[in-house]
């Protein structure tokens, strides 16, 4: 297996750990829905009654049939757990008495309603924890929830239906879940049933009615349960390929990536893939390959990132990555994330640019794609680019073919004068060393030119008969040509594993700082802290200037500078900071939007509002790439968050 096609190994151990986790624990299938009275509790009661058939040692925890006589009817022959009576100001309350079941040591409890909340004085807060204790105890659950019960899905329930959910569950114990079994109707079947009296009593139906069960939140929810279903199932099919070492894609569902570089042309390849993920109904990737060996001339990395954010603005996933080959790159980002549909533009190179390129790119990512489909779309913007970029392309590469030449003459140079001391036998190791020398700061073309010309050089100065290309003695000749392979061997395995190492050593950069930020910001005690911490670590990572601010709480639409700032804004800032906080955009230095500021301002965003905003000011010329943009991006999700928490507390 080529190494570009191995699985991510943090991936694949994250994955391995997960599923050595569920075999050691219960499992826990959820039966989910988009409301109250689709069907859950009787599918889960059904299910319960077919373990029972298949002698599956199963209680009754807790369920509540809400007076249902059909749903009554399938507890008829299930052992029942009695319920735990509990006084609470005055009020006789059930509630499912967990050490009964312990004591009990079924294989299997059915628990409704996974969202309620506990009467204080239980063990836990939350029947959720009586669950996960049940389940770390190698006990199996079988239980019900909304969707709206959500902690994720809380704040855009309150926005559909302008209900506030009290009671949540942490979508961890979502992804816990070994099965989740969508229980499903049309709102129009739902309506009828909380007519006909099947959901609710009479005077509380009505009330449901017209403030929760309306047709449009019951279409609005039911897609909301349908995609989170459809999204845990794709995540379990990762885990799957990834334990077994299965590169994929497995075509269960479409899953576009388009090839994004500094080619005018991206731009139309991000539109078109767009369109057809919409027409698809399907997720899609913008990503993006750096080859260490090629840098981009900072013109052509602007037109990239350019890219990049028109394919963020669309609603891609943006992945940006490095590798040694631009076609391997795209292919390992493919299989990682399942791809079944990769789309790049079509190449018409020149004579004079093939003279400077590899193998066209396109052929190769065919051959090198296995089953993942590839579509190639033309653009009349081809030609121009290439025109443009060809002078640029080959200037630096012929740097690169000067550096390792210089070089290898050079050495060679000092070889010869030293000859009759160390022999022709040590010039061959001293070259060697060179080329592998030169792996760390050249890419792979130069690399095998300097390999080329360096046993071309030892062969005619220093192998007998000198100033000749023949060979006397049949051990040189095989010398040579081992010195030659070794060479190209191990100067293409150094380049590659010095990119790899660049990358890996960029992403352990930035998950310290995500880690160290999270940490911080989950031990500080309030909104001060936090913002101290934030503009540290800010500061540190982005090597820049920051300031945060806030509304002030006395004035509707006014911003104020937090003291934790470490540079104070111009009016002119202000008013742009203003302008962010209000239309919920970023904007500033580097952008389209008010480029005149001297800082690039992102909004500090929650689902339901802005609490703030946070301004970047750094003394590069160039602006923040798409990967420090998403970077800073999740920053200030993690600071918003923490925000929007302690407002909270404070309340």
Excluded at 316 to 343: K, M, P
Excluded at 372 to 394: E, G, M, R
Excluded at 459 to 482: C, K, N, R, V, W
Aim: aromatic share 8%.
């Amino acid at each position: 297996m080529n190494i570009e096609q191995r699985p991510d190994p943090d991936a694949l151990l994250a994955a391995i750990k997960k599923e050595e986790s569920r075999q050691q624990k219960g499992r826990l299938k959820i039966f989910f829905g988009m409301a109250a009275g689709v069907g859950k509790t009787y599918a889960m009661l059904q299910a319960g009654r077919q373990a029972l058939s298949e002698r599956v040692d199963i209680v009754v925890g807790y369920v509540e049939t809400h007076g249902r006589a059909e749903t009554d009817a399938l507890l008829q022959g299930l052992t029942i757990i009695p319920r735990r009576k509990m006084d609470y100001r005055g009020a006789i309350f059930d509630e499912m008495d967990l050490d009964a079941i312990f004591i009990r040591k079924p294989q299997l409890v059915l628990v409704d309603e996974l969202a309620h909340s506990n009467i204080p004085g239980s063990r836990h807060a939350k029947r959720y924890q009586d669950v996960v204790e049940l389940l770390d105890a190698g006990i199996s659950v079988y239980t019900t929830v909304n969707v709206q019960h959500l902690e994720s899905r809380a704040d855009a329930v309150q926005q559909i239906t302008g209900l506030v959910m009290r009671e949540t569950v942490p979508d961890s114990i979502f992804d816990r879940s070994d099965e989740i079994e969508l229980v499903d109707i049309s709102p129009e079947k739902l309506l009828k049933r909380l007519a006909e009296g099947k959901v609710y009593v009479p005077d509380k139906a009505q009330l449901a009615a017209q403030k929760f069960f309306r047709r449009g939140n019951l279409t609005a929810l039911r897609e909301m349960s349908l995609r989170l279903t459809a999204q845990h199932v794709d995540q379990q099919l990762r885990d799957y390929m990834q334990i077994h070492k299965i590169s994929g894609p497995w075509k269960s569902g479409e899953r576009l990536l388009v090839a994004v570089g500094p080619s005018p042309m991206s731009a139309e390849l991000v539109r078109s893939t767009r369109r057809v993920a919409y027409a698809l109904q399907s997720p899609w990737i913008a990503a993006s390959v750096e080859l260490p060996h090629r840098p981009l001339s900072p013109e052509a990395k602007r037109r990239q990132e350019k890219n990049l954010e028109l394919a963020r603005e669309l609603g891609a996933e943006i992945i940006t990555t490095t590798d040694t080959d631009l076609v391997s790159g795209i292919v390992r980002v493919a299989r990682h994330h399942n791809v079944t549909q990769i789309i790049v533009g079509k190449t018409q190179d020149s004579p004079l640019v093939k003279l400077f390129r590899e193998d066209s790119f396109v052929p190769r990512l065919i051959k090198q794609s296995g089953n993942i489909d590839i579509s190639v779309i033309a653009s009349n913007k081809i030609q121009t680019f290439k025109q443009k970029q060809l002078q640029p392309d080959i200037s630096l590469a012929l740097q690169q073919y000067a550096y390792g030449f210089i070089t290898v003459i050079v050495l060679a140079g000092i070889c010869y004068s030293a000859l009759p001391i160390i022999g022709y036998q040590t010039v061959g190791l001293v070259l060697l060393f060179a080329i592998v020398l030169l792996a760390l700061f050249v890419g792979r073309g130069p690399i095998i030119f300097s390999a080329t010309f360096s046993a071309l050089l030892w062969d005619f100065f220093f192998i007998s008969p000198p100033f000749t290309f023949h060979i006397a003695e049949p051990q040189d000749a095989l010398m040579l040509g081992m010195y030659f392979v070794i060479a190209s061997i191990l100067g293409n395995l150094t380049s590659r594993i010095r990119a790899q190492q660049l990358a890996l050593q960029h992403r352990e950069e930035q998950s310290v700082a995500l880690y160290t930020l999270a940490r911080e910001v989950a031990n500080a005690a309030n909104i001060d802290e936090v913002l101290v911490t934030a503009v540290k670590q800010l500061g540190s990572i982005f090597c820049a200037k920051i300031s945060i601010l806030l509304p002030d709480q006395l004035s509707t639409g006014r911003l104020v500078l937090h003291s934790a700032s470490s540079f104070v804004l111009s009016e002119k800032d202000l008013s742009v900071a203003t302008w962010v906080f209000n239309l919920r955009k970023p904007a500033g230095r580097f952008t389209d939007t008010l480029p005149m500021a001297e800082a690039y301002f992102v909004p500090l965003l929650t689902p339901t509002h802005v609490v703030g905003v946070i301004g970047l000011r750094t003394h590069r010329a160039e602006p923040l790439t798409i990967e420090q943009k998403a970077l800073l991006d999740t920053f200030a999700g993690q600071i918003s968050s923490a925000i929007d928490r302690m407002s909270f507390r404070q309340k």
